[in-house]
């Protein structure tokens, strides 16, 4: 199966919702990546991280149909010797 440009976009075209994991940066804000997409993106505060999300959506995307939902997902993890 080849995996051209055009059989990406077709592929995208089929996608509902995009995840995308934040976590707070260390030197303040967020820092967020999509679950499953090579996209990620950062923001000083919420509002911005939110519309930073919202466009790297748009420029991952391109011409391909846009998700209909983008969804932020803000977690701990902590990494727990037994």
Do not use: N
Request: with cysteine; net charge negative; proline share 4%.
């Amino acid at each position: 199966m080849s995996d051209t440009l055009t059989d990406r976009s077709e592929r995208k075209m089929d996608i509902h919702e995009i995840i995308f994991e934040l976590t707070e940066a260390p030197d303040g804000g967020y820092d967020a990546r999509a679950l499953g997409y090579s996209i990620f993106t950062q923001g000083d505060d919420w509002a911005d991280v939110t519309e930073m999300a919202r466009d790297a959506v748009r420029c991952d995307f391109g011409d391909a149909a846009l998700p209909i939902v983008i969804t932020l997902r803000l977690g701990r993890r902590e990494a727990l010797l037994p």
